[in-house]
């Protein structure tokens, strides 16, 4: 008998103590993963306020520097000028610089004021040499000058609501955050929740939290969440982004998400306790419990891993149609031209891109002419989308002011080199084709010749490709002419068509594409383009592409510039 209640205490003495260990061990393991989890939580976090804050400061640098470059030749009678961002824009007036006269103030739907306030509290920005901003209340005041008329500059007053909206779309995305605008030598100014205008900039009174942004930007330190900060927010993350919108003017935008633990306890905390009740049932079944947590927190990783793969699909995918639609339709056909397009990537975001649009008849250039674009941008993913859509932008805003493929380039480079992007660049060939006087006027910053088919032959055009854009904000780049024929067939492509490889490692390379072109129907630049892409696919031997494939083929049919089957290629150049 007490044999029998020795043993049987030994046994309740080692369940115990077997409980406990178990307890412990399950206790320590999901701290362990609560910690884990809460630091892949903040991280994440972390990352989406960044890339939210940097898109919309790239997009409030960009509308601003846009305003500031269009501002000059801004019809504000018209409605036609989709270059320039209306609805940044709440009136605008025309003083001259000298006397102070206002010349015409306002839009059709604006107050007549601009012209006097302007005058009243900043008359330096009569004498604006280059753009300049000014504060006024909480609205911004855009000055540029008008550079065919010296005695003339044009003031713009920006959009309170248009800020509004940009620094809400923050707060929705980033949760509940407060969003900061300041300026380096003036207030931080806030937004607190209220659309309305007069209500949206208030000039924070936190000074212990204007400190730390002051020390973080002479630090270098932008774009770091600050992980604590004193009482009452507990742990905080705050995200600073400096702006540059026009030179000389420093802006930072900063978001300050509080109360992080409210936000990460919500989600993980109940699966900790879920970890830990399934603890107290390891009293009758230890080693299976133990199995069963195992299991079902290996599943429960993997569903989170699915679900974020779906999530990140589903982005992607947005974000492609989103690219789709800055391309224009593949196909064009006119009674001068027939035009075609095809545009693969080789994973979800492209960073290939194409466009051609009309230029408009001035007096002087009264011919018709259409621009064509091709381009690929270093790099792939979301970061290289982004720079294909601000090329895409720039360059259907300025081309149609300076009509010169080489100068157009020299302006894209310009502004992309006060652009950070990390080191990308931008690879763009830019073809003006005259109906007219039968010329293509082409400039290629690191983009291959266009190919020349002209009856059974083939080669490319004698162009130089100049540097890549993006690199050296010094470089100026030339425009070409050449002649073109009726029944021309003229080949636009990206890299990754001649870099396309096989099993064997061997490239689909220039003289692959040359035969290609050879062997193509040259009546028709959409079946061309189809039977190129064919002897690509054939190539590449059913593997993945390598990288994004961009083809453009531009067929001449007016017959009044001769015929491409009497000349030969080599009589393309002017």
């Known amino acids: 008998m007490i044999n029998r209640r020795f043993h049987s205490r030994r046994v309740w003495i080692l369940h115990g103590l077997l409980l406990v260990a178990v307890l412990v061990v399950t206790w320590v393991s999901a701290r362990a993963q609560y910690r ?47 270059a320039v961002p209306r609805a940044w824009l709440r009136d605008v007036a ?61 003031v713009a007053l920006l959009s309170g609501e248009q800020i509004a909206s940009e620094l809400l779309s923050i707060k929705s995305r980033t949760l509940d955050a407060t969003v900061y605008l300041g300026m380096d030598s003036g207030p931080m100014l806030s937004m607190n929740g209220s659309v309305s205008t007069r209500q949206l900039l208030d000039v924070a009174n936190d ?10 930007i002479e630090a270098g330190s932008v774009g770091t969440p600050i992980a604590q900060l004193p009482e009452p927010r507990g742990l905080s993350m705050i995200t600073v982004q400096p702006m540059q919108p026009l030179p000389g003017v420093k802006w930072f935008l900063l978001v300050e998400r509080t109360r992080l633990e409210e936000v990460i306890d919500g989600t993980l905390r109940p699966l900790v306790w879920q970890l830990v009740s399934w603890a107290g049932a390891m009293v009758l079944a230890v080693m299976v419990v133990l199995l069963s947590t195992t299991i079902s927190l290996y599943r429960g990783r993997r569903r989170i891993e699915r679900l974020r793969m779906d999530m990140l699909n589903r982005d992607l995918q947005k974000a492609r149609t989103i690219q789709l639609n800055w391309l224009p339709a593949p196909q064009r056909k006119t009674d001068d031209y027939e035009v075609a397009a095809i545009n693969e990537p080789a994973a979800h975001i492209s960073g290939d891109f194409y466009n051609w649009f009309d230029l408009p008849i001035t007096d002087d250039t009264p011919t018709r002419r259409t621009a064509i674009v091709i381009g690929d941008v270093s790099g792939h993913g979301l970061s290289a989308a982004f720079l294909m859509s601000t090329t ?180 393309a150049m002017v």
């Open 94 to 154: 025309t003083l001259n610089r000298v006397t102070g006269q206002i010349i015409t103030d306002s839009l059709p739907s604006g107050d007549d004021t601009i012209g006097q306030r302007v005058r009243d509290r900043h008359p330096d920005l009569l004498k604006a040499r280059q753009p300049m901003l000014r504060l006024d209340g909480a609205e911004f005041f855009l000055a540029t000058p008008v550079a065919r008329q010296p005695s003339m500059v044009r």
């Open 392 to 571: 895409q932008l720039l360059v259907k805003a300025s081309l149609p002011v300076s009509c010169d493929a080489g100068a157009c380039l020299t302006e894209l480079n310009r502004q992309l080199c006060l652009m950070s992007y990390q080191g990308q660049f931008v690879t763009i060939l830019i073809m003006i084709v005259d109906f007219d006087a039968g010329t293509l006027s082409i400039a290629s910053a690191g983009q291959s010749p266009p190919l020349l088919r002209r009856g059974d032959q083939c080669q490319p055009l004698d162009l130089e490709p100049q540097l890549v854009v993006g690199v050296d904000d010094a470089t100026v780049y030339e425009s070409h002419t050449f002649n073109f024929l009726s029944g021309d067939l003229l080949v636009l492509y990206t890299d990754g068509v001649v870099e396309t490889t096989n099993d064997a490692a061997k490239q689909f390379g220039e003289s692959g594409l040359v035969d290609a072109v050879l062997n193509v129907p040259a009546d028709n630049a959409q079946r061309a383009l189809h039977s190129i892409l064919g002897a690509i696919a054939a190539h590449r031997q059913g593997g993945d592409p390598d990288d994004d494939l961009t083809l453009v083929a531009l067929r001449v049919v007016c017959s009044r510039f001769g015929s491409a089957h009497h000349s030969p290629p080599e009589a």
């Open 36 to 82: 884990s989890l809460r630091d892949q939580e903040l991280e994440e976090l972390r990352i989406q306020q960044q890339n939210v804050v940097r898109t919309t400061a790239l997009l409030i640098e960009q509308n601003i520097r846009l305003l500031s470059v269009a501002m000059p030749q801004f019809d504000v009678r018209s409605t036609a000028d989709d």
């Open 207 to 216: 000074s212990d939290l204007y400190k730390q942004i002051r020390s973080l």
